[in-house]
């Protein structure tokens, strides 16, 4: 008799206990960046950062099954060798296809310019704009 008592606690413990080493959902991230701006393994590993910690809950309200993010880094220099750059970050609806349709439900851009900038100043603030849009649109998900 005490077994079976005991049994009945510790089920839904163990489930408790399996379910926060369950992997956290991932949802589907397309970057369609201009290469000379960002690379796509570098846009993915924004991604990666951005979303972490962040996607057990945004799952709860907008599941990986319906939803998906789409960014695109745009820009390069202008004659006066000044860097200028446009990121944008959309969450699109998933089809069952897994492939996402251009139905944006949520949108940030962030842009910013900097002078005399080199290649490698150029790729970083591509990469700070992509951070902030990727917090814009998540911020205005969790409100």
Known sequence: MKTRIACLFAAPLLTLAVAAHAA????ITLDHSTDTVLDKATAQAVWAEGLAGKT???NKLYPTKRWGFVSEVEGGFNQAKTCVVTARVMMLPVTVAKSLVFKPNKT???FDALPNATREQCQDL??????E???GVLS???N
């Open 56 to 58: 057990e809950k945004l």
């Open 126 to 131: 591509a990469k700070t704009k992509l951070k």
């Open 24 to 27: 956290d959902p991932v949802y």
């Open 140 to 142: 205005s998900l969790s």
């Open 108 to 110: 940030a851009t962030a």
């Open 133 to 135: 849009a990727i917090q």
